[in-house]
């Protein structure tokens, strides 16, 4: 059974820092890429960061975040990271982790192409 458990996030004020985690568990976490969308009110899903499966992944970045997050994988341990640096009021949304839909593939950033997601965690960003 897949389970993606989701940590970290909270409120933080503009130009600050937070990071999010995901423990999987339950497949065979190192060959598949793993991913982090976010979703704001009112808003539609939004891919955030991808890292392909190997180590080390493949990382892919939506033009929104690049630079100022970071996703990476501990493959021993089967956990996925994002870093998010310089935060932005625009940021705030629910983050969500994700597994790809089949293994070795290089999903893309949409969400169509996972099958198993995160309980998702709230990040704040005041100005």
């Known amino acids: 059974q897949v389970q993606l458990v989701q940590s970290g996030g909270g409120s933080v004020q503009a130009g600050g820092s937070l990071r999010l985690s995901c423990a999987a568990s339950?497949?065979?976490?190192?060959?598949?890429?793993m991913g982090w969308f976010r979703q704001a009110p009112g808003k539609e899903r939004e891919g955030v960061a991808s890292?392909?499966?190997?180590?080390?992944?493949?990382?892919h970045y939506a033009d929104s975040v690049k630079g100022r997050f970071t996703v990476s994988r501990e493959n021993a341990n089967a956990t996925l990271s994002l870093q998010m640096s310089s935060l932005r009021p625009e940021d705030t949304a629910m983050y969500f982790c994700?597994?790809?839909?089949?293994?070795?593939?290089?999903?893309?950033?949409?969400?169509?192409?996972?099958?198993?997601w995160g309980q998702g965690t709230q990040v704040t960003v005041s100005s």
């Open positions: 339950g497949f065979m976490y190192n060959v598949y890429t």
């Open positions: 994700a597994k790809c839909t089949s293994r070795w593939r290089r999903c893309a950033l949409v969400g169509g192409d996972y099958s198993d």
């Open positions: 890292i392909s499966a190997g180590d080390p992944g493949t990382t």
